[in-house]
């Protein structure tokens, strides 16, 4: 075997920059969108398909679209009618809220996002107080939102649009979490009864479609509970959302704790850390990690079932969207509404999927340098 | 070292007494008998599958076991959480594929059993796991997470772990068959410094060069049982039992 000759002595070779052709946009286009026949083909025939479709729907949606109007008649017809959005947002937004009390909604939404910011974002100021306030918001938003106690109550049936979605799908997933972890560790547990039980509920719960729960929320539970007892709807549909949820949470969370070494337990109690500790600072942290995508994954499902409290007579976007579609002023319009609808969902989603990542990233232990 | 087996029972520290473990049908442990001295170096070595990591990990009680006792340092292992718990807080462990926790640094690692076992405070306890890093020959380490380092590094950190929580008994469960010759050596000098000062150690291994220079006592294990437990010099030179000398004449001298 020949050796190339060396134009370094060995152990000088200084660290050089990647060649050019091997960086940069050219090169990005090249490798990417053109790198053989095949791709290349694909490639153009992909920007005819958008030329095709693109900037039609740009004009429909954006350039003629009529944003500003009181019926169906002040709008442009090859336009998206966006003066609809306009005059019934509030209705999206508030559903059937008093108006006058919306500065409730309002306050309870910011108050959400500091809360939110408490939990989610670690270098937020004053961390230890901020968690203390994520702790008691919960009670704080429960208060705003239906009164009592001060403030002038509002019935939940007058719950409606994007804060109904936000309702159940916050409540949902705050509780679903900690209850599916204890489904979870309690269905490993090696006392029958609580084993059993835990298996059992899964297993139910999976076994029904969430709406049979709903349904059994809305009807059926009154004949369970003793006569004259009135539980508030909304209130019924959130537990069964939760129940529903950490179901499906514990299995994600079980997969996470079966993906771990059985060497880090052994680890942890060797050390003399008894079953809590070990749970909390070595078993769950891990197990959690590794179910970020699952746990984010159930979070985003469980978020968009909430449209389905519409089959037991609550209003979320979707349906206020479809009552809207009805309404005489504003015949044929669904379009516009349901577009609506889907970007609220996929802002909501996408922005959950995106901190996943972001968690993720952060967590990464294992490859930082 | 040779001595005579005193009869007291004043200065044992882990005592084994007809002790037998199933593994559901299988007769993993047949019949052990032994009494480690305080202070005492033993070595169990032995083919694949004869019951060595599964005995000293009855003795943390990592593994149950079904019939006899097991009475470490005058506490008996049974199902009582609290003995349980009082013995592992006594008995440290090394394990072979190091087993630290990947989401903690180094140092945290270190003083997370101190903290929350022994209700140490925190600055004492980074204290104790910085001295203890010092000992292994990795303090610059302290603040890495273990993926950042290497093999032999992980098991010192590993090592170091263990002693932070100032065990009485420290068992090591084939500590250097995940490493390669160089880290080998490094954690066998930390082991020998470790020897010298006195601990009660019991060790898993196939590295007999250790065993030669470190071990008061050397057992031989083989399908369950122990079938040869000399001094080292005795052992080497002259095996009594067949297996023993066949196992002997194979491996290759480290």
Known sequence: MTMTKQTYAPGTHPSLPPPKNTIGVTFWLKENLFSSATNSIVTLVSIYLLYLALPSAINWLFIDATYVGTTRKDCAPDGACLAFIGERFNLFVYGFYPAELRWRVNLATILLAVAGAAVLWDKIPARKHMLKFALAYPFIGAWLLSGGLGLEPVGTHLFGGLMLTLTIGVTGIVGSLPLGILLALGRQSNLPIIKYFCIGFIEFIRGVPLITLLFVASTMLSY??????????????????????????????????????????????????????????????????????????????????????????????????????ADSDWLGLSTEVYLFVAVFFFISCFGMARYSLYLENKLNTGHKR | MSETQSNS????????????????????????????????????????????????????????????????????????????????????????????????????????????????????????????????KIPEQANKYPGQLSGGQQQRVAIARSLCMRPNIMLFDEPTSALDPEMIKEVLDTMVSLAEEGITMLCVTHEMGFAKKVADRVIFMDEGEIIESNSPHEFFDNPQHDRTKLFLSQILDH
Request: charged share 20%.
């Open chain 1, 224 to 325: 369970f509970l003793p006569p004259g007892t009135t539980f508030d709807l909304l209130m019924r549909v959130l537990i069964m959302v939760t129940l529903f949820a950490s179901a499906y949470m514990a299995e994600v969370i079980r997969g996470g704790l079966q993906a771990l070494p059985k060497g880090q337990l052994e680890a942890a109690e060797s050390l003399g850390l008894n079953y809590p500790q070990a749970m909390r600072f070595i078993i769950l942290p891990q197990a959690l990690k590794i179910s970020i995508p699952g746990i984010v994954n159930t979070f985003i499902g469980l978020y968009k079932d909430s449209t389905l409290v519409i089959v037991i007579g609550l209003l979320d976007p979707l349906g206020i969207g479809r009552a809207s579609v």
């Open chain 2, 9 to 136: 029972t004043a200065d044992l520290c882990i005592e084994i007494r007809n002790m037998d473990k199933w593994y559901g049908d299988f007769h993993v442990l047949k019949n052990i008998n032994l009494e480690v001295r305080k202070g005492e170096k033993i070595v169990i070595c032995g083919p694949s599958g004869s019951g060595k990591s599964t005995m000293i990990r009855c003795i943390n009680r990592l593994e149950e076991h079904q019939k006899g006792d097991i009475i470490v340092d005058g506490t008996e292992l049974t199902n009582d959480l609290k003995n349980i718990d009082a013995v592992r807080r006594e008995v440290g462990m090394v394990f072979q594929h190091f087993n630290l926790f990947p989401h903690l640094t180094v140092l945290e690692n270190c003083t997370l059993a101190p903290i929350w076992v022994r209700k140490v405070p925190k600055a004492e306890a980074e204290a104790t796991a910085m001295e203890f890093l010092e000992r292994v």
